[in-house]
């Protein structure tokens, strides 16, 4: 099935280091992206690919890949980091499927 | 500036329908893939569909909670992106952002409410 499972919540303190997961067996597969969703505001990418950057993202927004999970680590977490993180994957050619988001706390 | 600017978004009663809209400026409109993806109220990121460009066939897809229901459609002369929402249901409720297909420029959103 079609389905990539993240962590509900992670809380780390500013400064520390933040991972967050994203596990499915399309991501055996599939390349994976990183969304960033803060209060009223639509998502932003943060990574593709697994682990590319779009220019604009702090370079403390990395990611990986092993197997069938994805990690997004954020490096020195800051208090603006805090957020709504979702991961997304082209589940086949015709699909595309959301994990269903980790809140991110930073305090 | 590259930018796309959702419309059309409203109440409308369970079994309506209603038509929104995605403008796009500042990029090659024509060559795009683009996917709408939906939010529920306090839920998380949902795709709901895709459609190709002309030139890669201009074929659709979509999630299966909405096929049947749903029809994704472009205009290239008017560098707009539509979405076509018949047999609405209480659980289409949501805000409705349109976006490339590779998902790095989104719109604001709009949103739809289904309700009596």
């Known amino acids: 099935s079609y389905e990539l499972t993240q962590p509900s919540s992670v809380s780390v303190s500013p400064g520390q280091t933040a991972r967050i997961t994203c596990s499915g067996d399309?991501?055996?597969?599939?390349?994976a992206r990183w969304f960033q969703q803060k209060p009223g505001q639509a998502p932003v990418l943060v990574i593709y690919?697994?682990?590319e950057r779009p220019s604009g993202i702090p370079e403390r927004f990395s990611g990986s890949s092993s197997g069938t999970t994805v990690t997004l680590t954020i490096s020195g977490a800051q208090v603006e980091d805090e957020a709504d993180y979702y991961c997304y994957s082209a589940a086949d050619n015709s699909r595309g499927v959301f994990g269903g988001g980790t809140k991110l706390t930073v305090l | 500036e590259v930018q796309l600017v959702e419309s059309g978004g409203g109440l409308v009663k369970p079994g309506g329908s209603l038509r929104l809209s995605c403008a796009a400026s500042g990029f090659t409109f024509s060559n795009a893939w683009m996917s709408w993806v939906r939010q529920a109220p306090g839920k998380g990121l949902e795709w709901v569909g895709r459609?190709?460009?002309?030139?890669?066939?201009?074929?659709?897809d979509y999630a299966a909670p909405v096929k049947g229901r749903f029809t994704i459609s472009r205009d290239d002369s008017k560098n707009t992106l539509y979405l076509q929402m018949n047999s609405l249901k209480t659980e289409d409720t949501a805000v409705y952002y349109c976006?490339?297909?590779?998902?790095?420029?989104w719109g604001k959103g709009t949103t739809v409410t289904v309700s009596s």
């Open positions: 976006t490339t297909a590779h998902m790095d420029v």
């Open positions: 459609i190709k460009s002309k030139t890669d066939g201009g074929t659709t």
């Open positions: 399309v991501l055996a597969k599939k390349y």
């Open positions: 690919k697994d682990s």
